[in-house]
């Protein structure tokens, strides 16, 4: 059973920083890209950052470039997303997925991503 989990979500005030982390279970992690989505409510969930399974290639939606960055440890099973000069409007619920396709490349299609996991709340203060 592939199973993710989120975790370092939270209150922040407009400016700072957090880092979110997807520990991956149940899958070769390896092998597979990964992708951070966001939703707030009314709004369809949008693709913040993916990762191709090997590391090299990553997408980044242009509201977040220059802020964010992903990464993966594949020895610990986990992607991250660092999340800097944190603005109001990055509120929302942040949910990371797995790619389907093995050894598949970074993408912003969210029917690439077949796991999900429950979402972490972040919260930007103006």
């Known amino acids: 059973q592939v199973q993710l989990v989120e975790s370092g979500g939270g209150l922040v005030q407009a400016g700072g920083s957090l880092r979110l982390s997807c520990a991956v279970s149940?899958?070769?992690?390896?092998?597979?890209?990964m992708g951070w989505f966001r939703q707030t409510p009314g709004k369809e969930r949008e693709c913040v950052t993916s990762i191709s399974w090997s590391g090299l290639t990553k997408y980044y939606a242009d509201s977040v470039k220059g802020r964010f960055t992903i990464s993966r440890d594949n020895a610990k099973n986990t992607v991250y997303l660092q999340m800097n000069s944190l603005k109001p409007e990055d509120t929302a619920v942040y949910y990371c997925?797995?790619?389907?396709?093995?050894?598949?490349?970074?993408?912003?299609?969210?029917?690439?991503?077949?796991?999900w996991g429950r979402g972490t709340h972040v919260t930007v203060s103006s």
């Open positions: 149940g899958r070769t992690f390896s092998n597979y890209a």
């Open positions: 997925a797995i790619g389907r396709r093995y050894n598949g490349g970074s993408s912003y299609d969210s029917t690439e991503y077949d796991y």
